[in-house]
């Protein structure tokens, strides 16, 4: 069953939705609060360990039934269906789009080119295991002997993006080995990294899907290199592990295949961090901390394909996301999570949601007419209070956030973490309210300023409020509620996808950079310049110079 092919626009719902636009875009949530006591209860999710409340977004019940119309007429369950069924819903590519197999129980049944992949998941799940035991007991070592300290995650986009992002988010359950990330095809990332390194004691894993990607590769080699300055060839056997669908080229680099973890076809890079890709998770924070990452995206993917649609956390940040990107004209979106354990989370999610829904061809080939993926940005409170929340609160432009917060902090003190909630808080309620004239002018009446004197600073002081914000208030940051978390995103990311009419999960912008950039490199590398405009032409031969 191929995913359906309707333009949002031609329905019923988004005409509707436009109407209602007209008629309620200046209302206030202000006054949305005023007039119905039980709005806040109205407009919350609680499931599992999460509390999601959207009340504070500028919507009322009817703009809340006609986004779930939308989700009707563009058939969103059937395509939810299809989805979990493993259906070739990534039709560019010709693949099923199935990383919530990676996270399914042992007894569950998921079909992929016929046959249940879910054995084969948990061989792979068992062989992650059995290794990293191995490797964090100190039973397996290296060539000298001595046991592991140090391991390298070589890989880029969902093949470090993902295992970055959770190792830092999971730093609290850390163990004593010390995780490095090495990404940038830039030089200066791998030789200040290798700075710290000691080859007798580092275990690198190369993780690539294709095992054909340019900076993976360079890295890679370098690193071997490197390594071989003090060990043998024979040595790179213990050394040097890999995670890719490519067995060949694995083979070509010379990493043994008794340490090459398979991928699949059916799991999409930005996806991964649930298969062999997180094998730095793993190796991080131990496998049963991993194994709970996973269980906390298995509940999330339950939640998404059960719950109905109103109660449904994934499909209400979605359609709310599309209300403020296609009715209020809002481009960009902020995720800022009070923790500094998720400093690397939006940059993580920037790839997840751009990549997937940075596309302006919809499912039937046409260019659309409408606005599709949301630019996404952020930092962790309270920093990004001392830094861009100016904008956010007094600039022009309408950017909808998600805070992001937790009841329980990991480090136990009080005092910090509750002044840190308070940030919390405070930001979404001053987002909301803003600060009226008649405020400011109470304020300078108190430190005994005549109005007639400060008139001119007042409408610098007011706060125009009407920021609308979702609170995902977490019981406590732990590998099941971030297993969670990311999924729920995940699903998101799925849900605009589907409404927006286009291909989520292909990335063809980003195969042209690849290809550009090696024919680039021949004009670098060779005497003659290709056939450029006068630009680039220009810049080459100044560059060579
Ligand atoms: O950035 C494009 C991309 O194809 C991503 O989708 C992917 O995560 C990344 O490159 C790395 O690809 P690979 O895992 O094949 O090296």
């Not at 019981?475 to 605009?496: C, M, N, W």
Request: aromatic letters at 10%.
């Amino acid at each position: 069953m191929a995913l359906s092919k309707i333009n949002p626009t031609s329905t019923e719902a988004w005409s509707k939705l436009a109407s209602h636009f007209d008629k309620t875009q200046n209302q206030t949530l202000k006054t949305l609060f005023e007039t119905d006591s039980s709005r806040a209860k109205k407009f919350t999710i609680k499931w599992n360990d999460f509390f999601v409340d959207f009340s504070k977004n500028r919507i009322s019940e009817e703009t809340i039934s006609l986004l779930l119309e939308l989700a009707d007429q563009v058939n969103l369950k059937e395509a939810i269906t299809a989805q979990f069924s493993g259906k070739l819903i990534n039709e560019t590519e010709g693949r099923a789009v199935l990383h919530t197999a990676l996270r399914a129980k042992k007894d569950d049944t998921v079909i992929a080119d016929g046959n249940n992949i879910v054995p084969e998941v948990f061989e792979v799940k068992a062989n992650i295991k059995a290794f990293t035991d191995t490797i964090i007991s100190g039973t397996k070592k290296g060539y000298s002997g001595k046991a592991f300290t140090d391991i390298v995650n070589i890989g880029i986009g969902g093949s470090d993006l993902g295992p970055a992002m959770v190792v830092e988010a999971l730093k609290f359950y850390k163990n004593h080995l010390k995780t490095h990330f090495v990404s940038n095809v830039d030089g200066d990332h791998v030789h200040e990294i290798l700075k710290e390194l000691n080859p007798e004691t580092t275990l690198f894993v190369v993780v690539s899907k294709t095992f054909t990607t340019q900076e993976t590769l360079s890295n890679a080699t370098t690193i071997k290199k490197w390594f071989l300055k003090d060990a043998s060839q024979q040595d790179i056997a213990k050394h040097f592990a890999a995670v890719s669908t490519n067995t060949e080229k694995i083979a070509e680099f010379g990493i043994s295949p008794e340490n090459v973890f398979p991928m699949w076809d059916w799991v999409g890079g930005r996806f991964s961090l649930w298969s062999a890709v997180g094998l730095s998770i793993a190796l991080s924070v131990g496998y049963d901390n991993f194994d709970k990452l996973l269980s906390g995206a298995n509940e999330m993917d339950t939640h998404f394909r059960e719950a109905e649609f109103s109660q449904n956390i994934p499909v209400m940040l979605a359609l709310l996301s599309i209300w403020y990107n296609n009715f209020y004209g809002a481009e960009t979106e902020a995720i800022i999570p009070y923790t500094q354990y998720l400093s690397r989370f939006s940059t993580y999610l920037q790839q997840g949601i751009m990549e997937s829904n940075g596309k302006s061809v919809d499912r039937g080939g046409n260019r659309i007419n409408y606005e599709s993926g949301t630019i996404i940005w952020g930092e962790p409170g309270t920093n990004s209070q001392h830094a861009f929340f100016q904008l956010i609160h007094q600039g022009t432009k309408l950017i909808p956030t998600d805070f992001i917060g937790f009841k329980h902090s990991l480090h136990g003190d009080t005092d910090h973490h509750n002044k840190l909630m308070a940030n919390f808080f405070a930001q979404t309620e001053a987002l909301m309210n803003g600060k009226p004239k008649e405020e400011v002018e109470k304020e300078f009446e108190l430190v005994g300023k005549a109005i007639s004197e400060v008139d001119q600073l007042i409408p610098f002081k007011v706060f125009e409020g009407n920021k609308p914000t979702n609170t995902i208030l977490i019981d406590k940051l732990t590998p099941r509620s971030l297993g969670s978390l990311i999924a729920l995103y995940e699903h998101k990311i799925f849900v605009q996808g589907i409404i927006w009419n286009i291909f989520s999960y292909d990335q063809w912008g980003v195969e042209l950079g690849k290809q550009l950039a090696k024919n680039v490199l021949n004009d670098i590398e060779n005497s003659e310049i290709g056939k450029h405009d006068s630009s680039t032409i220009q810049l080459l031969q100044y560059f060579k110079n």
